[in-house]
């Protein structure tokens, strides 16, 4: 146990040492403790604090338990300056012989100092003190050729590793005297091209996320700002459907609780999380727009703790910790409620109630974490969230009264197996299952809409990867899935509304009414296979990808439902080729360039298969992806980075043209789209207590319904998306942090006139061209301070985030009066303080 450090005792800069006479009972607990030789009252206290909680093996006398007196010193040392070195080690060996090799040269060498060390005649290496960075190795000495390859330093880490390598024969030096071969063992991680990777520990310090650290995703580069109270996530210019979520490589069909406020995975379990906009590999598919994967992981605690966190959103706790005397099984399990709506509902008006969702939420894990050896590890995790969602605007006219409830379950439940094989190789597989249900009703007047499915989801991801020279590395494996879905919907055909449809906010639905009940079958076995060339030791790295996805999907009808009429199923079978290319070059040790070009498919959406309310045989969707861009490292911690991509797609799902469309042929696959512009990122990574970045995006994304028409700005378009977030650790355990965004308002089409339907004694809007005016922009400042305290073996840390410092009316939609003939807009949250606390034990 640590004492804790007497404020401004250390002044000087010199230790102070307390000797204890410390009485320990049979049981090895600490019976008493008294100051032996004082280094003055403020540590003498805070030392008999600390002593107090130790606990011992108690001492044996004669082969049995007994009470002992000792003597202990209590060293309080200095404040330690910032690391800046890290500690390098290791050993090289014949390959053939696994032989230690002696007198072999390893050189340091980095853009600040160059070091060289020789091996002893254990074939070992030592550099104590390297400043923390990409360091080049390099191995030479007699019967080798010089040979180099690239290491990653952290700063007060120790990296060791083990170099293999082949030396020719006497007799065939002459035929090849540079025949060497170096194995890494343990091969550096591989990148995406774009992508931008955040810690669970940073990202859980950024203003407005309240400590849940998925929520960092709507602050990365490339990632448009969605309408408050929504779960979506809108990633260069592609549908929030195009993009998909991933958990251990388990998909999730959402990353958010409905509001957005919340993400459907407790904060604890979040080791890192990882956009990747576009331009990704050949491991994964089944997606338009871009990823966004969340690695989790299992505390592994040597004795039982937890956490327990409450702000005036939520409230959950989490208990974690080993389970046998050896702790080679670890567990956790964790829950969280809401209760937000027990109150928010009071300070929004009607307006807002209706488009700024307040729901009930919660979620919860199991987790298992099964380490039987050094290179094998076992997770088993269960999971579930569960959403509600009441809204509606009563008014005196029963005709334009509104509202909505929506609900949604889901389940996984996976095991993730992982083994270093040794010699570059490694195994990883991840089987899962999984249950979800969602209930979707809206109401406008007397018209009505019911949308509901079940979901049933199993499949499995597999990856096996080798490395076959230090230059050659290869990835084989296999991507399953299978997914059942059952639909039942019954109202208006163009409620809820699609992407494209000319309609304003408030505006009553068509009053075409239909019903279908149907279920979807859809089975995708996908392999994979993805090599990395890295010539010019490593300087260039050529990524060339396939994977292959026969896509199969069964409907149980093709046309609308008919009272004594049978139902006729449908099946189709789409052959995807999906070729991969990426190259990165590294011209100079802090300069990169990269480029990427790649081919992807998309499954139609279930309910877009309906005979009544869509067409059943659909094709699955196609996009080109082109990426290119440069980054450039200032120094080991600050790097900018700029990013130019295009995305085209075509075979998109869009209303028919026709005002009385075929039977099973509502919708029609000749949508494109494309979006264009590049992304800058400025990073500070976490450094002397200091990180943050500035993100900013240029993008424009347009549709079209045909080959041939005229685009039109995309629906979910933002031209302008620029976010700056900056945190700092105080002294005495303050943090600090701050979060500034700015983003173009959504499209929207303007009303030019009006006129009157006799038929349904209803004013209609006459609109101007589609998607011609945009909703105000967007601009908040967010702040958040936060203090830790320790008590014991646990600390308290109390946060406070401020929301909208400036209270300022951001407009989240456009909305008109029931004539048309005034225009408004709806705001969303105004200034929102959370006071919340986190308590580890």
Do not use: C
């Not at 076995?525 to 260039?540: D, H, I, W």
């Not at 009429?565 to 789409?574: I, K, L, N, S």
């Amino acid at each position: 146990m640590e004492a804790v450090l007497p404020e401004g005792e250390h002044a000087v800069g010199a230790p102070a040492v307390v000797v204890l006479e410390i009485e320990i009972d049979a049981a090895g607990r600490v019976a008493d403790a008294k100051v032996n030789e004082s280094a003055g009252e403020a540590f003498d206290a805070a030392a008999l604090e600390a002593v107090r909680q130790f606990e011992f093996s108690p001492a044996e006398i004669d082969g049995k338990p007994s009470a002992i007196r000792i003597l202990y010193e209590y060293t309080f040392s200095p404040p330690e300056e910032p690391v800046t070195t890290a500690e390098f080690s290791g050993v090289v060996r014949r390959r053939e012989t696994k032989q230690p090799l002696a007198d072999v040269t390893v050189t340091l060498e980095t853009p600040e100092q160059s070091l060289t060390a020789v091996t002893d005649a254990n074939g070992t290496f030592v550099f104590a003190d390297v400043l923390a960075g990409v360091v080049t190795v390099r191995l030479s000495g007699e019967g080798l050729a010089p040979v180099s390859v690239e290491e990653q330093l952290e700063a007060g880490k120790s990296l060791q590793v083990a170099y293999d390598v082949s030396i020719p024969e006497e007799e065939e030096e002459e035929e090849d005297a540079d025949d060497l071969e170096l194995v890494v063992v343990a091969p550096p991680l591989r990148r995406e091209i774009v992508s931008t990777t955040v810690k669970a520990e940073e990202g859980r310090r950024v203003p407005g996320t309240s400590g849940d650290v998925l929520r960092v995703v709507e602050s990365l580069p490339g990632v448009a700002r969605s309408t408050a109270g929504t779960a979506q996530i809108v990633v260069w210019g592609a549908s929030p459907q195009d993009t998909r979520i991933y958990m251990d490589g388990v998909p999730l069909p959402r990353l958010y609780h409905e509001g957005g406020m919340r993400s459907v995975v407790h904060p604890l379990f979040v080791e890192s999380i990882e956009l990747i906009p576009g331009g990704y590999g050949a491991s994964w598919g089944r997606a338009l727009g871009g990823l966004v994967r969340f690695s989790t992981r299992t505390p592994e605690r040597e004795r039982t703790g937890g956490q327990i966190r409450a702000d005036i959103l939520d409230a959950s706790a989490v208990l974690t910790g080993p389970i046998g005397k050896r702790k080679r099984v670890h567990y956790a399990v964790g829950a969280r409620a809401s209760y937000f709506r027990l109150w928010a509902n009071r300070f929004l008006d009607a307006e807002q109630r209706e488009f700024v969702p307040i729901p009930t939420y919660g979620d919860g894990q199991i987790r298992f974490a099964f380490t039987p050896n050094e290179r094998d590890r076992i997770e088993v995790v269960g999971m579930a969230s569960s959403d509600r969602l009441t809204r509606g605007v009563p008014n005196a006219d029963p005709a334009l009264a509104t509202r909505e409830t929506r609900a949604m379950d889901i389940q996984r439940v996976y095991a993730r197996w992982t083994r270093d094989v040794g010699d570059g190789r490694e195994f990883a597989v991840t089987p899962f299952v999984g249950y979800a249900r969602t209930d979707d009703a809206q109401q406008f007047g007397a018209v009505r809409t019911s949308v509901s499915s079940s979901t049933f989801l199993a499949g499995a991801r597999s990856n096996y990867g080798i490395r076959f020279a230090p230059w050659v590395r290869m990835d084989v494996g296999l991507d399953t899935q299978v997914e059942v879905v059952g639909m039942r919907r019954v109202g208006s055909l163009g409620l809820p509304a699609r992407e494209g449809d000319l309609r304003v906010f408030g505006q009553p639905p068509p009053e075409q009414i239909a019903a279908d009940d149907w279920s979807v079958t859809d089975v995708s076995l996908a392999p994979y296979v993805e090599a990395e060339f890295s010539p010019l030791n490593g300087r260039l790295r050529i990524i060339p990808g396939l994977r292959l996805d026969p896509y199969m999907r069964s409907v149980s009808r093709r046309t609308p439902p008919e009272a004594a009429v049978p139902a006729v199923g449908a099946y189709r079978h789409d052959f995807a080729a999906e070729p991969r290319l990426s190259i990165l070059g590294r011209p100079l040790q802090r300069w990169e360039l990269r480029a990427s070009v790649g081919l992807y498919h998309q499954r139609p959406a279930p309910e877009d298969l309906s005979a009544a309310f869509g067409t059943p045989n659909l094709p699955t969707s196609r996009a080109v992806h082109v990426v290119a861009g440069t980054m450039v490292s200032i120094t080991d911690t600050l790097s900018v980075d700029v990013t130019g991509f295009y995305t085209h797609s075509d075979r998109l799902a869009v209303r028919s043209a026709s005002e009385s469309p075929l039977r099973a042929q509502a919708l029609e696959a000749t949508g494109l789209g494309r979006a264009y512009g590049m992304q800058a990122l400025v990073r500070q990574d976490l450094w002397k207590g200091l990180f943050g970045w500035v993100a900013y995006t240029f993008m424009r994304a347009e549709r079209t319904r045909a080959e041939g028409e005229p685009w039109r700005l995309f629906d979910y378009d933002q031209t302008h998306i620029l976010t700056a977030v900056l945190a700092y650790r105080l002294p005495l355990a303050f943090e600090a942090s701050a979060r500034f965004r700015y983003a173009t308002g959504f499209p929207r089409t303007s009303v030019q006139g009006v006129y009157h339907d006799v038929t349904r004694n209803r004013d209609q809007p006459i609109f101007g061209r589609h998607n011609d005016i945009r909703i105000p922009q967007f601009i908040q400042l967010d702040l958040r301070v936060a203090k830790t305290f320790t008590i014991r073996r646990s600390s308290l840390e109390i946060f406070l985030e401020v929301l909208n410092l400036w209270n300022r009316s951001n407009a989240e939609e456009i909305v008109y009066s029931p004539d048309f003939s005034r225009r408004g807009t709806i705001r969303g949250f105004p200034i929102l303080p959370v006071l919340g606390l986190q308590w580890d034990f």
